[in-house]
């Protein structure tokens, strides 16, 4: 035990220095989020199957141990990462229209579909959750949670100011909000989405949820 002098009548005294008790170290809220930056990054340079935890070290410049305080595995890491995608989630749109919100969600949403670091990682994570089923299930959370969950509040708002029927069919509306940016921008992959096309998306998909 360390121990540190004090002095009293009788001379200096051993006094006991107070010590944390093992395992009680608080991880630090920088290298946490340095190392899920550098799983996105791993996973943009290498993909999963190659990705490692000595590389994620390497590139949030931290030691093995640090990472491996916060997940067991690499595995459980890019889950953790994957599902807090829906935490963060979208923002909502709120622009006083169907056609409007829809608009501003397929922008945002493109952009991020089109980041150099989004483009490589999600088909990668596609082709290992089709592998894998806690990968799977974790980016059915993502989407679900994320793009779905602000979808179902544009429907929402919709119905809120007539705009579509209060007996719509959720799951065929979110499919025809979701899936056709999805397809192109993910499935096959459109290097350039032509001139006004988010646009007409928006007003071709409002125009289909009020018909329905």
Known sequence: MLVRMTTNADGPQ?????????????LRAD?????????????????YARMSIEGIARRAGVGKTAVYRRWRSKLHLVLDVVSALAV?????????SLEGDLRLLYEVTS??????????IIPDLQAEAARNPEIAEAMQKA???????VASGIVAAAERRGEVSKDLDHDLALDLISGPLYWRSVVIRSPK???GYLASLARATAGALKAL
């Open 31 to 47: 290298v946490t989020e340095a190392i899920r930056a550098a799983v996105f990054e791993e996973l943009a340079a290498v993909g």
């Open 111 to 120: 952009r991020a579909l089109r980041h150099p670091v989004a483009s490589q």
């Open 143 to 149: 989407l679900r949670e994320g793009q779905d969950g």
């Open 193 to 195: 989405l032509p001139k």
């Open 14 to 26: 051993p006094r006991p220095r107070r010590r944390a008790p093992a395992g009680a170290a608080v």
């Open 88 to 96: 963060q989630g979208l923002p909502a749109p709120d622009t006083g």
